[in-house]
């Protein structure tokens, strides 16, 4: 018998093992060992969505730090020069309104898809889903299907085994180090880029932003994988509260598949559809069970519905065992009919609403967006001064921004008081996608005013023939 001791003192005695193994044992570890997970390959309706929008994200992040638009890259957030280019649009950082609409759209369309179909965009577009399944695809071509893989790890050490894992690593270390080198290319043009590696001249911010991102594409997608989900990614824990009785979201039909049992024994025994072939847990990139109930660690790739669709082809019995339905229909046995009346609902319909709303707004706000800027500042440090011939002069500086990509000569002149007039008539010329400063003379005659601030209005414009026309007030002091 182990030699313990025991507190009497309390109502519930505590032992302690004086056998450090039975000790071990008695205690309960509060972290679960992880299970390493071999996700197994499938083909069917979802999959190919989801290798659509792998093929489009990529196409989209690699190919368009390439696209060139009117001399320089299409797409470049150019934070040495605080430029933000899209296209034919420049954005200075006066211009933050237009992110903090893009940034309430992605919020919206996310409560959106999610109140319709749960984690939609964790099964399809999440960048964390799109790189698994690009990693996976590269392990499952070295290293062969999920048995192989398994019977690869168990060996014990070879020069095949070896050769076989260093050829996989190698190829996910391409694919994240050219990912790091793409992320830096649009924030650093990526002709500029390349040849600065290549020379080894990069700078120290560009150096490790390309091993920051490479390093965590590698880590989270190949290594880490569906500890990402389960554990660090934050959606995983708050899309519980997103969801309602009416969102689609990826359910086993207990009523039609228990209890499970294999096909030869459903005559004898009234078994469900379900033959307990463990394929949907094999497929699933995160290792659950769909058959235990809707679980926060399921991202919705619905992988578990292509293979389980495939068996009840094999067995005979009709699809749908695994599907997309509701909770209310699966309450009410609805058919597909009533789920789709019943998913657009009012909730979906206000997310809807606002999002078109906003989209609408900001469309419109970017369609009629002023492509000159002009910032008055008058000269604080003379307020206003006597000069010759009896006129009462202001010193202002004109902070003027070019968003457009054209050279510009913007012409100014002066209205508000009785005879004010500018020194001389500026003429200034503004580079492409540039701003200056200029510094012009106010003048009005001494007796056109009483004492005090007056109101003037600079006006401006272009003489490119584009219509851009812009009225800045300004105060004007007298003595």
Not at 121 to 133: D, I, K, L, M, R
Not at 151 to 179: H, I, Q, Y
Not at 273 to 287: A, K, L, S
Not at 443 to 457: F, L, M, N
């Amino acid at each position: 018998m182990p030699e313990t001791t025991r507190e009497n003192t309390a109502p519930a005695q505590k032992v302690r093992f004086a056998n450090p193994r039975i000790a071990a044992a008695d205690e309960q570890s509060l972290y679960e060992v992880r299970r390493k997970v071999y996700p197994r390959a499938v083909s069917g309706v979802f999959a190919r969505w989801r290798w659509a929008l792998v093929i489009l994200t990529q196409v989209l992040f690699y190919g368009l730090a390439w696209v060139q638009w009117n001399g320089r890259q299409a797409f470049l957030l150019h934070l040495s020069e605080r430029k933000f280019y899209i296209f034919g649009w420049v954005f200075w950082p006066q211009d933050v309104v237009y992110l903090t609409v893009l940034l309430i759209i992605c919020a919206y369309s996310l409560f959106l898809f999610t109140a319709v179909a749960g984690r939609l965009w964790c099964g399809y577009a999440c960048p964390q889903t799109v790189y698994t399944e690009l990693f996976l695809w590269i392990e499952r071509r070295i290293e062969g299907d999920r048995a192989k893989r398994m019977k690869l790890d168990n060996a014990p050490p070879s020069f095949v085994k070896f050769a076989t894992k260093a050829a996989k690593f190698g190829a996910w270390g391409a694919v994240a180090l050219w990912t790091g080198i793409t992320f830096v290319g649009y924030f650093s043009p990526i002709r500029e880029l390349l040849p600065n590696i290549a020379r080894f001249d990069l700078g120290g911010w560009e150096l490790f932003w390309i091993c920051f991102y490479g390093g965590f594409t590698y880590l989270m997608a190949g290594v880490m994988r569906e500890q990402v989900c389960k554990y660090m990614c934050p959606y995983a824990r708050f899309q519980g509260v997103m969801f309602d009785p009416d969102t689609l979201v990826i359910t086993y039909d207990p009523e039609r598949g228990e209890p499970r049992g294999a096909k030869r024994k459903q005559a004898e025994q009234k078994l469900g559809d379900c033959v307990d072939c463990g394929i949907c847990v094999q497929v699933c990139p995160t290792g659950i069970d769909i058959r235990d109930g809707l679980q926060y660690e399921c991202i919705g790739c619905a992988a578990c519905i292509d293979a389980c669709d495939q068996v009840m082809d094999k067995v005979g019995s009709p699809r749908g065992l695994i599907r997309y339905t509701t909770e209310n229909a699966m309450k009410q046995h609805w058919g597909m009919r009533d789920v789709l009346r019943h998913v657009i609902r009012p909730r979906v319909l206000v997310y809807l609403s606002v999002l078109l709303a906003i989209i609408a707004a900001g469309g419109w706000s970017l369609a009629h967006r002023h492509t000159l800027r002009v910032d008055v500042i008058r000269d604080r440090t003379t307020l206003s001064r006597e000069v010759e011939g009896g006129l009462i002069e202001n010193i202002y500086t004109l902070q003027m921004m070019n968003m457009a990509e054209t050279a510009r000569r913007i012409q100014v002149s002066v209205s508000g008081l009785d005879g004010v007039s500018l020194v001389e008539a500026p003429r200034f010329e503004l580079p492409a996608a540039g701003n200056k400063s200029y510094t012009i003379h106010v003048r009005v005659p001494v007796d056109s005013a009483p004492k005090g601030s007056h109101k003037i209005v600079f006006d401006i414009r272009s003489e490119e023939g584009d219509g851009v026309k812009l009225a800045e007030k300004a105060s004007f002091m007298m003595p």
